[in-house]
């Protein structure tokens, strides 16, 4: 990226940059946290900067997805690449092309119409909608969408009842949930949740008996601070340490092999890579308080960090750590009163107790 940036910046080769990830995209202070630039520059606005130096002609592409924003710095979404447009060179030869709901969400605050001046309306790239541009079917596993959808429900539904107070409107989320939980179950798919960390490491030896190919592991949030006193060894010298290649790959007659449940990778470690069945130690850093979830004693940020929104990164790596598994999921959660309201919801919204 840097031998593109700068006063004596390359001109990339290519016509077709793609970007994965696109919501994803550095603000300026990590880009220039990671590559030391002179100056603060955003991806976007950095990939458009690019494509604007290609002659003839330049295709952008952005790969978006969802709830998938868990590194400091990935914060911003799709308004930096409405940003980065705006500040373009030419934002007018630009054209903007995709589904409706993603330019809705890309252009939150729509930009003036390209022609008039200073005094006017200022240059605007061009937004036209297609409908096929929206991917919307899921190949990793076939019932990966009703998975997708019983998380989000499970934790961005943060306006329901209290715990053991079951209003109307918490007797409607709740439905949907296990409405969900119960076709998931049908397909194969086993959601399961215990108090006891000896009971949710038996089900795994038992379920996936005789199958020394299945690969099942220990995940847990990384910004936990109590889960290492119920053995959970989730903290930053354990899992820096970890080989992700053998603890994944490995089998039984590894040490390193992920079936033991020993070794534990947090949401870093598990993006973008999938088990046949995980085992999540749900941690103090993203629990049930009151009538929504609560990032209040998750383990902060180091000092100098700039962080745009801490809770949505905590809420994103739950979503990651929920969606790991491709057969089911256990979800372990302390002995502890702080977790009761977490294990209440659990409950309501479809998950069965061990």
């Not at 080769?13 to 990830?21: A, G, K």
């Not at 799709?78 to 589904?99: C, D, F, N, Y």
């Not at 209290?162 to 209003?167: H, V």
């Not at 709740?174 to 959601?191: C, D, P, S, V």
């Amino acid at each position: 990226m840097k031998q593109y940036l700068g006063d004596k910046a390359a001109v990339p080769p290519q016509h077709v940059i793609v970007h994965d990830e696109a919501q994803r995209a550095w603000d300026a202070e990590q880009v220039a946290a990671k590559h030391a630039l002179p100056f603060p520059v955003s991806e976007p606005e950095a990939f458009v900067g690019f494509g604007e130096r290609i002659p003839e002609w330049c295709v952008l592409v952005g790969l978006i997805g969802t709830g998938q924003e868990i590194h400091v710095g990935e914060e911003a979404g799709l308004g930096q690449w409405r940003e980065a447009l705006q500040k373009a060179g030419s934002p007018e030869q630009w054209t903007v092309h995709a589904p409706q709901r993603v330019l809705d969400e890309f252009f939150a605050d729509p930009p003036a119409a390209a022609g008039e001046g200073a005094g006017g309306r200022q240059p605007a790239p061009r937004l036209e909608a297609s409908e096929a541009l929206d991917l919307t079917v899921e190949l990793r596993f076939h019932f990966a969408a009703d998975l997708d959808e019983w998380v989000d429900g499970l934790l961005t539904d943060d306006r329901a009842c209290a715990a053991n107070e079951l209003s109307e409107r918490c007797d409607a989320l709740a439905a949907r949930g296990r409405n969900l939980a119960a076709r998931l179950e049908a397909a194969g798919y086993q959601l399961r949740m215990t108090r006891d960390l000896d009971v949710a490491k038996s089900y795994f030896p038992k379920r996936y008996d005789g199958d020394p190919q299945a690969r099942y592991g220990l995940l847990a949030s990384s910004r936990d601070k109590s889960l290492t006193e119920w053995g959970i060894p989730n903290g930053f010298h354990s899992t820096s340490a970890m080989r992700l290649g053998p603890w994944y790959g490995d089998g039984d007659e590894s040490h390193r092999s992920c079936r033991h449940l020993r070794e534990c990778v947090t949401e870093f470690g598990a993006q973008g890579l999938e088990l046949d069945g995980v085992l999540l130690a749900w941690g103090t850093d993203f629990i049930r308080s009151g009538d929504r979830w609560s990032d209040q004693r998750a383990r902060k940020y180091k000092a100098g960090t700039k962080i745009r929104d801490a809770y949505a990164l905590r809420l994103n790596a739950y979503r990651v750590l929920l969606t790991r598994g491709r057969n089911g999921a256990v979800i372990y959660l302390p002995p502890l009163p702080e977790f009761d309201a977490t294990a209440a919801w659990l409950q309501a919204y479809g998950v069965k107790v061990l």
